[in-house]
C-alpha cells in the first residue's frame, strides 16, 4: 500500500505492505533513524512516538492503521527552529543519557505525560513511563530531568 | 560517524613509531611511543600478535589540532554508556590546556595504535578504559602542549620557559604575545616529539576531578547519535538470520521457495552460524525468515536442560576434584574442629545481557576494501573476523565503530560481525544483519551459572577462624578456548571468591569446572557478580550466627590501612547504619573489590506479609582512587546498581530441551522505573590512581539486597533471581 503521513508535520509518503509496523516506515522508507527498535512487541519503549499526539509503540502500529494520521518523532519534538524541547534541554543538563538507545523514547513518553500532566509527582512519572525500559539504569536521573523540565515549562509560562 | 568517517578517518603507520607530522590543512598530529603490557586476558592477546612487529611498543595517537583551532581528541575505547567518550578527551585536555568547552571527538579506526595498554588489544572492557589511559593520554596531552609552545617561542624568538600555554593559547606575558593553537599547529608540527614530558601534579588540575557534563548527551536527547542500527548506506540491505533454536544444532537443509516470495526479499544464503534472508529492510527480512522452512539437526544437545544442569552440578560437587584457587592455613582441620559452624548452598543463574540496542552489524566489500560498521567493543578482533570472513587481508578491513547501545560486555564478541561480512559476501552488496530482540536473547553469550557450597567455622573471639568456598560451574575461558584444554582453574570464576578482603586464618577456595553446552561470556563485573554476591551473603549468615553487626564483623575483620575501610565506613554513615528505620524496613551492607576500585553499598528495603520485596534507597561508597569525571562516576554507580539489582529482582536464563526459554522483555523481567531505588553515591577520595567505575558498582547490590531481606525476614537468600528464594519483586 502507499502509505501517506504527516511526519513532524511534512507530508511523507512510502511504500510499504500494510502490516508494516510504523517503526519501520520511519526508520526504513522514511531514513528516521531517531525513533528506536528495542523489542518489537511493546514491552521496551524504545520506539515510542506521538500518533495524533498520543504516544505510541511505533513497533506495534501497522502502518495501514497510521495512514492519514499525524506522527510526531523525536527528531520533530523541538520547537521546529533547531531548538529543543524542555525535556531534551533537562535531559542534558541532567546527564541522563548513557548508552542513550532508549532516550528518544523515554523523551518521547515523558513528553506525552507533561502534555496531559504538566506537574507531576514520582507516582504519576512511574506510571507513565513503566513501559520504558533503560538497561543503564537511567531511571532516576529521567524522574529528575521531568521535574526539571515540568518546573522550567511552568515557570516560562508564569 | 559512520559513512562520513569514512574517508575521513585518520590512518596510522603499522610500523615503526609515528612523529609529528603536518596534516593536509596545516595540522599537528601528535603521537608518543608507550608500551604495551601484557596482563589479564593474555589468552584474547595472543591472537593479536602474529605478525604485530608493535607487540612490545605501540605508537599512539589521540590529538588532530587545525589550523581553525579545532582540538579533536581521537577517542580509542566505545562509548557504550560508560562515558569515555567524555572522560578520555578529559585526560588529553588537562595537559593539552584545550579548551574544553570547544573540544571535539571521533572514534578510533582499527588499528594496532590503539591497543589497550591494560588488554593488549584494541578493546573496551574489564573497565580498562581510563585506568589504562591515565598516563598515556596524559603524556600525549602534554607532549603536544610543549610542541605548542616551542612553536611559539620560536617565532617570537623568546624562551619557551617564558610561554605559557592556557585556554587553547600560548602566551608570552613579558611582550604581551598570544597565539591560538590553530595558529601555532603547522609550525608545531615541525617541532620534535619530545622524549619525555612533565606531567602536572594533582593539585594543578583544572578539569580532571571536576564534574563535567557528557558530550555525548546533546546527541543522544535529540535522537542523532548514531548507534549499529543507524547506520545508512546507499543500496543498503537488511538480514535476519535463522539460527538453530537447540544450542550446538546446525542446518541440515532449507526450503526457500516461500521466503523468496515475499515482497522484498533479495536473496536466500546459508552461513556459518544459519540461514540468512536478505531484504530491503526489516520488515522485509523478517516476513521472509518466518516464511523460510529450515530443517535443522539439533546435534547432541536436544534434551538439555536447567534441571538437568544443576543436577550435574550437584553431582560434581560431591565428585570431581576441585582446582584450588586459594589456600591458607587448613581450613579441613579447623572446620572439623569447630563448635560453631555455618554452612550454606548458594546458587545462581546464567544470565543475558540484555543490551538495549539489538545485536547488528554493517559490512561492506567493495574494490578490494571490506569495511565493517559496527557496535563493538572489540576492534581488534572484528578487524580479524571481517578479514578471516571476507578472504581479505586485514590491512584492507575499515572498522568504523558507532555508538553502541549497551555493551556490558556483550559487544567484545565478534558473532554479529562474521554474519554481517558473510551477508555483504554473499549479496554483494551493503548488508546489516539485525538480530530481533528475541534472537538476542536467545543467541547471547551467558553469564554462568554456578552452584556453590560454602562452610565457615566461628572462633570463640567471635571472628572467623575458618572459610571454605567451593564453586561449581562452566568456565568462560575454557569454553571460549581461551586456556589449555587441561586447565582447571579459570580466574574469571573465582574472582571475588579467591581472595577474600577479611582476616581468616584457615581458608580454602576451590572451583570444579563443569562446562556446559550453554555460551558463555563477559557479562558486567564478570565473576566478581556472583561471586561479589555469594561471599558477601553468606558472610552475613556467619555474622548473624556469630550473633554480630554484620557491618562491625567486617570492619573488624579487615585489616587496617585497607581501603576497603574508607568505602565500608562511608556507605555504612551515610546510610545510617544502626538507626531506626520505619516499622518494615531493614538495611543490608556488602563491599566488593573489583577492577581497581572499591566499592560498598547499604541498601533499605521491605518485604511485605506478601513476600514483595522492594528496595528505597541504595547507598553507595566508591573508591576509585581519582576520580576524573565524579559526575559520570556517579553515574556509573547509579547504573551498575540497576544492572545489579535488575539481575537480582527478576532475571534468569533457563534451558529445556536444548532451547533457551526465554526471549524477549515479556520473560526475560529486567529492572523499570518503579523499581529503581533512590541511589545515592558517595566518592571517597583516596588519591591513588583511577580505578575502574563500569563494573565495580554492580557485585555490592545482590548481596546488600540479600542481606536487609536476611535482616527483614530472619531468612537468608541463597538463590537468585528473588522468586527462587520464594521472594517477588514489588
Ligand atoms: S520496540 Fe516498540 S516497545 Fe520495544
Ligand atoms: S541509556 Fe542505555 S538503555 Fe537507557
Not at chain 2, 50 to 56: C, L, R, Y
Given at each position: 500500500m502507499r502509505v501517506a503521513l504527516t511526519v513532524n508535520g511534512e507530508r511523507r509518503e512510502a511504500e510499504v505492505a500494510a502490516d508494516t509496523p510504523l517503526l519501520w516506515v520511519l526508520r526504513d522508507h522514511l531514513g528516521l533513524t531517531g525513533t528506536k527498535y528495542g523489542c518489537g512487541i511493546s514491552e521496551c519503549g524504545a520506539c515510542t512516538v506521538h500518533l495524533d499526539g498520543e504516544a505510541v509503540r511505533a513497533c506495534s502500529v501497522p502502518a495501514g492503521q497510521a495512514d492519514g494520521r499525524a506522527v510526531t518523532t523525536i527528531e520533530g519534538l523541538g520547537d521546529g527552529q533547531g531548538g529543543r524541547h524542555p525535556l531534551q534541554e533537562a535531559w542534558i543538563a541532567e546527564n541522563v543519557p548513557q548508552c542513550g538507545f532508549c532516550q528518544p523514547g523515554q523523551i518521547m513518553s515523558a513528553a506525552a505525560l507533561l502534555a496531559r500532566t504538566p506537574a507531576p509527582d514520582d507516582a504519576a512519572i512511574d506510571a507513565a513511563m513503566g513501559g520504558n525500559l533503560c538497561r543503564c539504569g537511567t531511571y532516576q536521573r529521567i524522574r529528575r530531568a521531568i521535574h526539571r523540565a515540568a518546573a522550567q515549562v511552568q515557570e516560562s509560562e508564569a | 560517524m559512520s559513512e562520513e568517517r569514512s574517508d575521513g578517518a585518520i590512518r596510522i603507520s603499522r610500523r615503526g613509531f609515528l612523529k609529528a607530522g603536518a596534516l593536509a590543512g596545516g595540522g599537528l598530529l601528535i603521537g608518543l611511543r608507550l608500551p604495551v603490557g601484557g596482563g589479564a586476558a593474555a589468552a584474547e592477546a595472543g591472537e593479536q600478535r602474529?605478525?604485530?612487529?608493535?607487540?612490545?611498543f605501540a605508537p599512539n595517537a589521540w590529538i588532530r589540532i587545525t589550523a581553525d583551532d579545532q582540538v579533536t581528541v581521537i577517542v580509542d575505547r566505545s562509548e557504550m554508556g560508560q562515558g569515555v567518550m567524555t572522560a578520555l578527551p578529559m585526560l588529553v585536555a588537562e595537559e593539552l590546556e584545550a579548551d574544553w568547552g570547544r573540544i571535539a571527538t571521533e572514534f578510533a579506526p582499527a588499528d594496532p595504535a590503539y591497543a589497550n595498554p591494560i588488554l593488549g588489544r584494541q578493546a573496551t572492557g574489564g573497565s580498562t578504559a581510563v585506568r589504562g589511559a591515565w598516563r598515556p593520554l596524559r603524556e600525549a596531552g602534554a607532549a603536544a602542549r610543549e610542541m605548542l609552545v616551542a612553536a611559539a617561542a620560536g617565532r617570537w624568538g623568546v624562551e619557551a620557559a617564558a610561554c605559557e600555554a592556557r585556554e587553547q593559547a600560548v602566551h608570552h606575558a613579558e611582550s604581551g604575545r598570544s597565539a591560538t593553537y590553530g595558529e601555532l599547529a603547522a609550525a608545531a608540527a615541525e617541532q620534535p616529539v619530545p622524549e619525555a614530558v612533565l606531567l602536572k601534579e594533582r593539585r594543578d588540575f583544572r578539569l580532571i576531578g571536576t564534574p563535567q557534563d557528557r558530550l555525548d548527551a546533546p546527541a543522544k536527547a535529540d535522537g542523532t547519535a548514531r548507534f549499529g542500527l543507524d547506520v545508512q548506506l546507499e543500496g543498503l540491505l537488511t538480514a535476519q538470520v535463522a539460527r538453530c533454536p537447540v544450542l550446538g544444532g546446525q542446518v541440515r537443509s532449507f526450503d526457500a521457495r516461500q521466503a523468496q516470495r515475499v515482497p522484498g526479499v533479495r536473496q536466500i544464503a546459508e552461513i556459518d552460524s544459519g540461514v540468512a534472508v536478505i531484504a530491503e529492510g526489516f520488515w522485509p527480512a523478517q516476513k521472509g525468515r518466518e516464511a523460510l522452512a529450515v530443517e535443522w539437526d539439533y546435534g547432541e544437545h536436544a534434551e538439555l536442560s536447567s534441571a538437568g544442569i544443576a543436577e550435574r552440578f550437584r553431582e560434581a560437587a560431591e565428585g570431581g576434584e576441585a582446582a584450588t584457587a586459594h589456600s591458607e592455613g587448613d581450613a579441613e582441620a579447623a572446620l572439623g574442629q569447630a563448635e560453631r559452624r555455618v554452612e550454606a548452598e548458594y546458587e545462581v543463574p546464567f544470565l543475558a545481557h540484555a543490551c538495549m540496542e539489538p545485536m547488528n552489524c554493517t559490512a561492506r566489500i567493495q574494490d578490494g576494501l571490506c569495511e565493517v560498521w559496527a557496535p563493538t567493543q572489540n576492534q581488534a578482533a572484528t578487524q580479524r573476523v571481517a578479514a578471516e570472513v571476507s578472504g581479505l587481508p586485514e590491512a584492507q578491513v575499515r572498522v568504523y565503530t558507532t555508538f553502541l547501545g549497551g555493551g556490558f560486555g556483550r559487544r567484545s564478541h565478534t558473532d554479529f560481525v562474521a554474519e554481517a561480512v558473510a551477508c555483504a559476501k554473499a549479496a554483494g552488496a551493503p548488508v546489516q544483519v539485525v538480530w530481533t530482540r528475541e534472537d538476542t536473547t536467545r543467541h547471547d553469550h551467558y553469564r554462568p551459572a554456578t552452584y556453590n557450597r560454602l562452610s565457615a567455622a566461628i572462633g570463640e573471639d567471635g571472628g572467623i577462624r575458618a572459610w571454605r568456598h567451593h564453586i561449581v560451574g562452566p568456565s568462560i575461558m575454557s569454553q571460549n578456548g581461551m586456556i589449555p584444554a587441561d586447565q582447571r582453574l579459570d580466574s574469571s570464576s573465582v574472582e571475588g571468591a579467591a581472595e577474600i578482603p577479611y582476616r581468616v586464618p584457615h581458608t580454602r577456595v576451590a572451583y570444579t569446572m563443569a562446562n556446559t553446552p550453554v555460551p558463555l561470556w563477559w557479562w558486567r563485573s564478570v565473576g566478581n557478580s556472583q561471586n561479589g554476591f555469594i561471599r558477601e551473603a553468606f558472610l552475613d549468615e556467619v555474622a548473624a550466627a556469630a550473633g554480630e553487626d554484620p557491618y562491625e564483623l567486617r570492619r573488624r575483620l579487615i585489616p587496617e590501612g585497607d581501603r576497603h575501610h574508607g568505602v565500608l565506613e562511608r556507605a555504612a554513615s551515610e546510610a545510617g547504619w544502626g538507626q531506626p528505620l520505619p516499622a518494615g524496613r531493614a538495611r543490608g551492607i556488602a563491599v566488593v573489590y573489583s577492577f581497581g576500585s572499591y566499592c560498598a553499598e547499604v541498601a533499605e528495603v521491605s518485604v511485605t506479609a506478601g513476600r514483595e520485596v522492594r528496595v528505597h534507597r541504595v547507598d553507595v561508597a566508591i573508591d576509585?582512587?581519582?576520580?576524573?569525571n565524579p559526575e559520570i562516576v556517579a553515574e556509573q554507580m547509579e547504573s551498575g546498581v540497576a544492572y545489579g539489582l535488575s539481575a537480582a529482582l527478576g532475571e534468569a536464563i533457563t534451558v529445556e530441551r536444548g532451547r533457551i526459554e526465554q526471549g524477549n522483555f515479556d520473560d526475560y523481567t529486567t529492572l523499570r522505573i518503579h523499581q529503581m531505588p533512590q541511589v545515592r553515591v558517595h566518592i571517597v577520595d583516596s588519591g591513588e590512581d583511577p580505578g575502574g567505575i563500569g563494573e565495580p558498582g554492580t557485585p555490592p547490590i545482590a548481596p546488600a539486597l540479600a542481606n536487609a531481606v536476611r535482616a527483614a525476614t530472619g531468612e537468608p537468600v541463597r538463590r537468585l533471581p528473588l522468586a527462587r528464594a520464594g521472594l517477588q519483586p514489588a
Open positions: - | 602474529t605478525g604485530a612487529d608493535d607487540a612490545a576509585c582512587g581519582t576520580a576524573v
